[in-house]
């Protein structure tokens, strides 16, 4: 075995390649959990559906997927215990310092070398505000997980294993269901739809940006700002059976006017059923 760190996930273009049989929707579950490097999208069965595959490769004892966190860390780190802390809480959606320290009942600076050895291992990384134009010193930096096979161990396996090592696998399941698309899917089609502009920018702009990532502050964020020296887009995306598109817009261009200053502003909502249906908006058409 080797380790899987500083292997780049591939995009999630690439599903579709490697598990040519799925649908749309399981190729949005599959990315939201299994991730994009090869050999974890490699043990995904499409003879099983998709909750057959996660109780199966990743919940099962016997699986090559249930230990992964463990033997990818602790191959690679002395004192795992604290990076597995930091991980965890990570993963249960604490992606500011203050909040990892804080959940630890640590201060900031103790973090500083475990959030660096976690980056540098090609673990985690350090996201900033877009518009920010010096990036080193940004305080708004948020930790996030590389690739979303981790988060997902670490979310529902690590936390799990009490019940997991007694093969009562049916709570964990359970739980999967309850929350799986609230706190994993609906991040994940955000990192699809950035992805997808960033490599096919016209599909949705009527521009091609120069810079293209997320946006927050203290007390507000927007999913996807993408922007050029003259227009500027604003996204939201919504993994939801029903959106009140008029609503999100509305309440996105509240958001946006602290950024527009001296640009043209365009607003697009992209929702599930855009993505299943392969439209971009309700019209089908760009921003």
């Not at 595959?53 to 016997?62: C, G, P, R, V």
Request: with cysteine; proline share 3%.
């Amino acid at each position: 075995r080797t380790s899987s760190f500083l292997i780049e996930p591939v995009k999630f273009k690439y599903i579709k390649e490697f598990l040519p049989n799925t649908t749309k929707l399981e190729q949005m579950q599959i990315f939201s959990s299994f991730g994009t490097i090869p050999k974890y999208l490699n043990e995904y069965d499409t003879n099983l559906t998709f909750m057959q595959n996660i109780e199966k490769k990743i919940l099962n004892k016997n699986s090559y997927l249930y230990n992964e966190g463990n033997f990818l860390l602790k191959d690679e780190i002395e004192q795992s215990s604290s990076y597995f802390a930091i991980l965890q809480t990570i993963s249960n959606g604490n992606h500011k310092i203050g909040q990892i320290a804080s959940s630890l009942g640590v201060t900031s600076s103790y973090l500083s070398k475990y959030m660096l050895k976690l980056i540098e291992l090609g673990i985690i990384k350090k996201e900033i505000p877009i518009t920010q134009t010096n990036p080193s010193k940004s305080k708004f930096g948020l930790y996030k997980f590389r690739d979303k096979f981790l988060q997902f161990w670490f979310y529902y396996v690590y936390k799990n294993y009490h019940y997991l090592e007694i093969e009562q696998i049916k709570p964990v399941l359970d739980e999967i269901e309850l929350n799986f698309n609230d706190r994993f899917v609906s991040f994940a089609f955000e990192d699809y739809i950035l992805e997808d502009i960033t490599l096919n920018p016209l599909k949705y702009l009527n521009f091609i940006p120069t810079k293209i990532g997320r946006w927050w502050n203290n007390k507000q964020e927007i999913d996807i700002v993408a922007f050029d020296d003259k227009n500027i887009a604003f996204v939201e995306c919504k993994w939801q059976n029903s959106v009140n598109i008029d609503k999100v817009k509305n309440e996105l261009i509240a958001k946006s006017l602290l950024l527009v200053k001296n640009k043209q502003p365009f607003y697009l909502v992209v929702t599930k059923q855009n993505y299943l249906d392969d439209k971009l908006n309700t019209q089908g058409e760009k921003l």
